[in-house]
């Protein structure tokens, strides 16, 4: 009988231990500030193809196979017409898993996991996904969940 007491009044410490903190209200919590935090370069979206990575105004951003070191862009010059570098900030700097990359002609442009980032004279909208071409080694970039 001891036994069952001490239980009870266990489990009616915990119960007003949750009342208490506001555990009972149905709710949901406040979202998070944002001060302090940083803003990411790109955000998820989902398309046609899936979940991709796009830059503010929704439009998907890809990388370049041949991009490979992971501190440099090996698409310049004529290649840059079709693919546009997804450019950074001047005062950039990393966060999480995006990197900032210096480009040969001194231009800063965003990474993500060290891969340089661009975006698609294909897409016209928000979404679309016409840049995916993996046969000349374009591919759509995915966040790592």
Known sequence: MIRFVTIAAALLLSAGEAV???HES?????P???SGAKELPAKVV???RGTVLADPNGMTLYYFDKDDSGNKSNCNGTCTERWVPYAAPGDAQASGDFTVIIRADGSKMWAYR???LYTSQQDKAPGEVNGFDPSNLWHIAR???
């Open 20 to 22: 208490a903190h506001g």
């Open 26 to 30: 149905s709710s949901a919590p406040p």
């Open 32 to 34: 998070p500030t944002k």
């Open 46 to 48: 989902t398309t046609g």
């Open 114 to 116: 060290y891969r340089p």
């Open 143 to 145: 966040p790592a969940f």
